[in-house]
């Protein structure tokens, strides 16, 4: 497994290998990310995965600080999997925090995490696109747990040409339902089972929205079943997969997404479903 770190090196040899499949990370690895890997895997064995905790995409600085980094376990995840390359590449040479352009978003107030996280989504295109420029990739592998990251990012790609296709990837869950992430292990044993309800109550009103017309009642009563155990919910809504606003009647594909926080811990997850 090639290790990279240095930019003029990343930009050689990534240009030596054909039909990249690139599945960009921020470390801290498990059965989530080792899931993206293992539908790159399948597709070609020329796989590049990065690992680089984005400083521009955390609006909470001490969220940054205490992001786990794991870069021993993670390399050897990675080499028992049998990537072909890490792109580790340092913040100084991305010149990530200091350019002369800057990304802006437009048309993106859904009222989901664009609004509790100030510049994240900000943050989040303007290191996958820096990453995309200098791997280059005929593919990016994105999980679905983060569904606005993946709807952003694939607006990107079609809005800026990039010959680039975006494979979305199911979320990993645990045994008791929670979605896999680098932030559950910021939680104690006891909050790891209760983080469960979140998963239950979004199934749960995934099964009751049987139409479009009581979608708003369900998102009520799940919500205030949430805030009466205690979770303080930023927000529990029902979206069309396609935009991701509220959906028109018409629409029939349809995804449950929730954001909320345990004491301090913010956790997001989402359901995809199907009305008649
Ligand atoms: O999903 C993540 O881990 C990050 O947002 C990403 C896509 C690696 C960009 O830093």
């Known amino acids: 497994m090639k290790i990279i770190k240095k930019l003029d090196i990343a930009k050689n040899y990534f240009s030596s290998l054909q039909e990249v499949i690139f599945v960009p990370t921020m470390g801290n690895l498990h059965a989530g990310h080792i899931q993206l890997i293992n539908v790159a895997l399948k597709k070609t064995p020329n796989v590049v995965v990065s690992i680089f905790v984005n400083p521009t995409q955390f609006n909470d600085q001490n969220d940054y600080i205490n992001y786990p980094r794991t870069i021993k376990s993670d390399l050897s995840i990675l080499k028992n999997l049998g990537i072909n390359s890490v792109f ?89 339902g929670l979605a ?26 995934s099964k009751q929205c049987r139409s479009i017309t009581n979608i708003s009642k369900s998102e009520k009563k799940f919500t205030q079943n949430l805030i009466a155990k205690d979770w303080n919910i930023e927000y529990l809504t029902v979206r069309s997969q396609k935009t991701l606003l509220h959906p028109k009647s018409s629409e029939k594909h349809l995804v449950v997404m929730i954001a909320a926080k345990i004491e301090n811990i913010r956790l997001i997850d989402n359901i995809e479903f199907c009305i008649n």
Do not use: W
């Not at 002369?100 to 509790?116: A, H, M, P, R, V």
């Not at 592998?141 to 079609?158: E, S």
């Not at 896999?180 to 009103?205: G, P, V």
């Open 180 to 205: 896999m992430s680098s932030r559950n292990n910021l939680l104690t044993a006891s909050q790891l089972e209760k983080a469960s309800e979140l998963y239950k109550n979004i199934l749960e009103l």
């Open 88 to 176: 580790i590449p340092n913040e100084e040479e991305l010149n990530i925090s200091n350019q002369e352009f800057s990304i802006t978003l437009n048309n993106q107030d859904f009222g989901l995490c664009e609004k509790y996280r100030d510049g994240h989504f900000e943050g989040v295109v303007t290191i996958v696109s820096k990453l995309c420029n200098i791997i280059k990739p005929k593919y990016l592998v994105l999980g679905k747990k983060d569904y606005q990251q993946l709807h952003v990012l694939q607006k990107y790609i079609q809005n800026f040409c990039y010959p680039i296709k975006v494979l979305p990837v199911k979320t990993v869950r645990e045994k008791n």
